[in-house]
């Protein structure tokens, strides 16, 4: 051990030097290019000042970037959001409508709460008479609930609060979804407003349910803003960025002309293709060598 100690202080120096060589290969190999480069400049307008520029191999030739912004745009534009169509929302607002008019109905007429007077026994199994004046008043306001439910009171989110009756979405209900309008929809604010001005209500009648009414508004026909953004996403990746193709040992450009928008592109294009392709293991190693 004494030795080896002895070794390396006599010889520390070489020894720095090695590790020095090391690291400094290590950088080096760590930078490397692996990738080809391009090694024209070029500017769409000018002659082309180099030598006739031959196609090396076939490649695609890329649309321009505000080509590709113009698409995305009118994409954005024909996007249609998707809605969701709740039709167990109804029911669910049905069974609170009739607790609470019963519940205001005892309150008013200082009588005890009737057990059987529910959405169940008075809609679904109908049992009760209907020929009484609460239950004249409680279906009166059930199908006013029906009737709007049933075409569908719509969520208006900000995204769309600046959007005109005839622009169309996507209404989804189970695993089918049906083009429709926005116009084909209530809105909180028209359903409310249709509420407010029957008239076919004595004034006490109209005192009673109108409250009640109101406070059974909720949207069934909801916005899905996870499937729009992914249905979006896809409509947009559907682009094509391509708009025709170089074949092998075609002329690009020759020295002297103009570099036009077509050339231009080919040029641009046959840039990408160049700096985007890794050299070969071979071709990479040759050059290392060196």
Do not use: C
Not at 179 to 208: C, K, M, Q
């Amino acid at each position: 051990m004494q030795k080896i100690f002895s070794v390396l202080r006599d010889k520390h120096e070489q020894l720095f030097r090695f590790l020095l060589f090391i690291l400094t290969l290590v950088l080096i190999i760590n930078f490397f290019p692996r990738q080809g480069s391009f090694k024209y400049e070029f500017s769409k307008g000018k002659p082309w000042l180099h030598e006739t520029i031959i196609a090396p191999f076939s490649f695609s030739i890329l649309k321009p970037i505000d080509e590709i912004k113009k698409e995305q745009r009118i994409i954005k534009q024909e996007h249609r959001p998707i809605f969701n169509y709740q039709s167990n929302i109804f029911e669910i607002k049905a069974e609170e409508y009739v607790a609470s008019f019963e519940e205001k109905w005892a309150t008013k007429e200082k009588i005890k709460k009737d057990k059987h007077f529910t959405f169940l026994n008075l809609f679904k199994k109908k049992k009760l008479d209907n020929s009484s004046k609460k239950n004249t008043l409680v279906n009166f306001g059930y199908n006013k609930l029906f009737t709007i439910y049933e075409q569908g009171i719509i969520q208006m989110s900000g995204d769309f609060s600046y959007k005109d009756d005839e622009f169309r979405i996507l209404v989804k209900e189970g695993e089918v979804a049906e083009s429709r309008t926005l116009g084909d929809y209530f809105t909180v604010e028209h359903v409310a407003n249709t509420f407010n001005v029957i008239n076919t209500l004595s004034d006490d009648e109209y005192d009673f349910l109108i409250p009640i009414l109101l406070s059974s508004i909720e949207h069934n026909v909801v916005y899905d803003k996870v499937a729009s953004e992914q249905l979006l996403s896809s409509e947009l990746a559907q682009i094509n960025n391509i708009r025709g193709l170089v074949q092998e040992g075609e002329i690009i450009v020759s020295k002297g002309e103009v570099v036009d928008n077509e050339k231009y592109q080919k040029l641009l294009s046959l840039k990408h293709e160049y700096e985007g392709q890794e050299w070969s293991e071979s071709s990479y190693y040759l050059v290392f060598l060196g």
